[in-house]
C-alpha cells in the first residue's frame, strides 16, 4: 500500500500548481481522501476532504474558491488544484486515506513553496 505525492515546487504569489496522489496496492475509490499540510512549527491543517462517490465534502476556509480536490479512479490518482497561490500556502502536503477524522495511511509528502 502506497500514496506518492508530486507536483510541488516553488511559485510566485498568484500562480498554480496541481498536485497530484498516485495510489498503489489499494483501491482509492474504496476510501475518502483528504489532502493535509503541515507547515514549518505548525500542526497538520486538514485542507480537502473528498468522499468515494467523488464529491468534495470539506475544504479548509482558507482554500475554499482556490483548491479543487477531485479523483481520477481509472488512474487510481487523487489531485488537488491550487489556484491563487499566497505565501501563507506554503507547506508540506500530503494525500492521505481517511476515516471521519482519522488519518488512515499518507505519503511522503510533495513541498510547496510560494514566494517572491
Known amino acids: 500500500v502506497q500514496l506518492v505525492e508530486s507536483g510541488g515546487g516553488m511559485v510566485q504569489p498568484g500562480g498554480s500548481l496541481r498536485l497530484s496522489c498516485a495510489a498503489s496496492g489499494f483501491t482509492i475509490s474504496d476510501y475518502d481522501m483528504s489532502w493535509v499540510r503541515q507547515a514549518p512549527g505548525e500542526g497538520p491543517e486538514w485542507v480537502s476532504v473528498?468522499?468515494?462517490?467523488?464529491?468534495?465534502?470539506y475544504y479548509a476556509d482558507s482554500v475554499k474558491g482556490r483548491f479543487t480536490i477531485s479523483r481520477d479512479n481509472a488512474e487510481n490518482t487523487l489531485y488537488l488544484q491550487m489556484n491563487s497561490l499566497k505565501p501563507e500556502d506554503t507547506a508540506l502536503y500530503y494525500c492521505?486515506?481517511?476515516?471521519?477524522?482519522?488519518?488512515?495511511?499518507r505519503g511522503q509528502g510533495t513541498q510547496v513553496t510560494v514566494s517572491s
Open positions: 473528498i468522499n468515494t462517490g467523488g464529491d468534495p465534502t
Open positions: 492521505a486515506t481517511v476515516q471521519a477524522t482519522q488519518i488512515l495511511g
